[in-house]
């Protein structure tokens, strides 16, 4: 396969030429991409850019492997040929390879196993195990459409994923939610055999993922938070009904969620009404009996704790202040990183008629040794990949 590498110039020519001509590149090339360096205009902390706004490019859900445990390579969904594919981005040699070719890729699901060593995704009517060939794992039966993210057990054993009716999608999130689909959850081993059905309901079921240690699955009925009943609800992949962690009370908004590195809690955001005021940061033990506040945080939309849960890193919902912040729940203190500017627009996914309504959340994470931050942003263009350096204000974990 012919290996094209293209200038930085050339790159941003690209947004203004035929993309034909200039990205039809396939599986196994490299494109050149150099990271520009730049202080937060809020903050004045250096940043860096790592894919260019001329092209769009976004991070996996936040609750993914996506990144390499010695932060060299970093796994992405990107568009330079007319269809978005899986990406590495060689955070070294700051280079792209193209990992995927063909229609269908759900960006949401890119992931690594629990070992970093092999890559699977969502794409079209396929579980794929990807690299530089492919191996189709599952294929999703007719009448079906896999959605949103997927994960894989701590041993390597299982997958998980949700799968909506044909028929039943929509672009817009509340006319998702309002419609109903038909919705079930699937899990089948890594190694084949057919997949088993765990839950199947006519609520919009999304963001599967595998409690640490275990088979258990936590999984969303998802919607507007301000109107889903019982969002948070766990199942055994091995057997079992499924159940309610929490109930809904009031006026109040149970938000994004994450398992503890052990799995013994979940963390996640509550509002305590439609507004953006009093938001904190909670946890819920894994029988969904003891609750327990941890601190304020600035109208988290989007959060991710570190592994030893020393640092949350947090995206703010609220349009007077789209900043990222890094909060430290001993001390309930949290200090602003940067603006992230992300519009929270949906943008067209390259190739086909629908929309990519996460496209543009800022979804931050830290990395496994909580010395960065990356997250997504339409700030410039279209979406693309950021980071920031933080070990002048995070302990290396």
């Known amino acids: 396969m012919a290996v094209h590498a293209f200038s930085r ?48 490019f976004r991070l996996p859900h936040r609750s993914e492997r996506f990144l390499a445990d010695h932060n060299d390579a970093l796994y992405l969904a990107g ?15 700051q280079r792209l390879v193209q990992l995927s070719e063909g229609p269908g890729l759900l960006s949401d699901s890119i992931t690594l196993d629990h070992r970093n060593r092999n890559l699977f995704y969502l794409q079209g009517d396929r579980l794929v195990e990807g690299g530089r060939g492919d191996r189709t794992v599952q294929t999703i039966a007719a009448g079906w459409r896999a959605t949103g993210a997927l994960t ?3 041993d390597g054993a299982l997958a998980a994923w949700i799968e909506m009716r044909e028929g039943d999608e929509h672009d817009d999130p509340a ?9 079930r959850l699937q899990a089948a081993a890594l190694s ?25 699955i936590l999984y969303a009925r998802e919607g507007p938070w301000g109107e889903v009943a019982g969002r948070l609800q766990l199942i055994s992949a091995d057997g079992g009904a499924s159940r309610s962690l929490r109930e809904r009370i009031g006026e109040e908004q149970i938000g994004a969620e994450q398992w503890s590195s052990d799995g013994e809690r979940i963390w996640f ?16 033990d894994a029988a969904g009996a003891n609750e327990t506040t941890v601190s304020p945080c600035s109208a988290f939309g989007w959060f991710h704790v570190n592994h030893d849960a020393s640092a949350i890193v947090g995206a703010s919902r609220r349009p007077s202040g789209p ?18 500017g992300a519009s929270g627009k949906p943008h067209p996914i390259a190739g086909t008629d629908r929309m990519d309504p996460q496209a543009s959340a800022p979804a931050p994470v830290l990395s ?4 960065w931050v990356y997250f997504s942003s339409d700030r410039e263009g279209k979406p693309a990949v950021y980071r920031m350096k933080v070990e002048d204000l995070v302990s290396e974990t």
């Open 192 to 216: 084949g055999g057919a997949a088993r059905t765990l839950v199947e309901e006519d609520h919009w079921l999304d963001m599967p993922r595998f409690r640490p240690g275990s088979h258990e």
């Open 323 to 340: 900043n990222i912040y890094v909060l430290f729940p001993k001390l309930q203190r949290e200090i602003t990183l940067c603006e992230h």
């Open 152 to 154: 894989l057990s701590d």
């Open 368 to 371: 496994h040794d909580s010395q």
């Open 175 to 183: 006319q998702q939610f309002a419609r109903h689909p038909r919705c």
């Open 269 to 284: 955001v509550h509002f305590p009404d439609k507004g953006y005021r009093g938001a904190t940061i909670r946890t819920l």
């Open 79 to 93: 568009e330079l040929d007319g269809s978005r594919q899986v990406f590495e981005y060689d955070l070294k040699r």
């Open 9 to 56: 110039r050339r790159w941003l020519l690209g947004g203004l030429a035929s993309a034909s001509s200039l990205f039809a590149i396939g599986r196994g090339a490299r494109v050149d991409a150099p990271a520009v360096e730049f202080p937060d205009p809020l903050t004045e902390r250096k940043m860096e850019r790592l894919t260019d706004p001329a092209h769009l």
